[in-house]
């Protein structure tokens, strides 16, 4: 099996993986609130709900990205570097992923706490990331079903200890 990542990595990955769809599925709460108190009205209880969920989810996943950047600093995934077109673009996605999605849940904070006016480009923003979201699905699937590698597996299975023998 290739060299891969640590479980913490791992773990990091499928934590925020299940958070950005909850990121999806209750964005539309945010526009919906301020549009009921604006209009003089009482938002959903439904709606303040997600707005909450939308808002704290983000947090966390600005901080579990922010983790995961440490750590790749201080701990970088055991690969072999890639000099073909395609590792390139991975490499090149992989870092647009921290710097979009770390950007993400900075301008969200900002909108929901500071400056509302930001939130224009936290709304493309998440169309971007939703982009790279997709090509990073059709990515793995290529890697598992056509390639037949082991590159997802590296996001599954823990790198392993070097045994004396393999130093």
Same mark, same amino acid.
């Given at each position: !099996?290739?060299?891969?990542?640590?479980?913490?990595?791992?773990? $990091?990955?499928? $934590?925020?993986?299940?958070?950005?769809?909850?990121?999806?599925?209750?964005?539309?709460?945010?526009?919906?609130?301020?549009?009921?108190?604006?209009?003089?009205?009482?938002?959903?209880? *439904? @709606?303040?709900?997600? =707005?909450?969920? =939308?808002?704290?989810?983000? &947090?966390? +996943?600005?901080? $579990? &990205?922010?983790?995961?950047? #440490?750590?790749?600093?201080?701990?970088?995934?055991?690969?072999?570097?890639?000099?073909? *077109?395609?590792?390139?673009? #991975?490499?090149?996605?992989?870092?647009?992923?921290?710097?979009?999605?770390?950007?993400?849940?900075? &301008?969200?904070?900002?909108?929901?706490?500071?400056?509302?006016?930001?939130?224009?480009?936290?709304?493309?923003?998440?169309? +971007?990331?939703?982009? !790279?979201?997709?090509? =990073?699905?059709?990515?793995?699937? *290529?890697?598992?079903?056509?390639?037949? @590698?082991?590159?997802? @597996?590296? !996001?599954?299975?823990?790198?392993?200890?070097?045994?004396?023998?393999?130093?």
């Amino acid at each position: !099996m290739k060299a891969g990542y640590s479980l913490t990595q791992i773990g $990091l990955h499928w $934590l925020v993986a299940l958070l950005v769809p909850v990121q999806y599925l209750t964005g539309g709460s945010i526009e919906r609130t301020h549009h009921a108190v604006h209009m003089g009205m009482t938002p959903s209880h *439904w @709606d303040v709900v997600q =707005h909450h969920l =939308h808002n704290y989810a983000g &947090m966390a +996943i600005g901080l $579990l &990205m922010g983790i995961r950047l #440490a750590l790749r600093i201080i701990q970088p995934p055991q690969t072999r570097p890639s000099g073909t *077109w395609a590792g390139r673009v #991975a490499a090149v996605l992989h870092h647009a992923f921290y710097a979009a999605i770390i950007a993400q849940a900075c &301008m969200g904070f900002v909108a929901s706490y500071f400056w509302f006016g930001i939130a224009q480009y936290h709304v493309v923003g998440s169309r +971007i990331i939703l982009g !790279m979201v997709a090509l =990073h699905l059709a990515a793995a699937a *290529w890697h598992t079903l056509i390639a037949r @590698d082991e590159t997802v @597996d590296r !996001m599954v299975f823990p790198r392993r200890k070097r045994s004396a023998q393999e130093l």
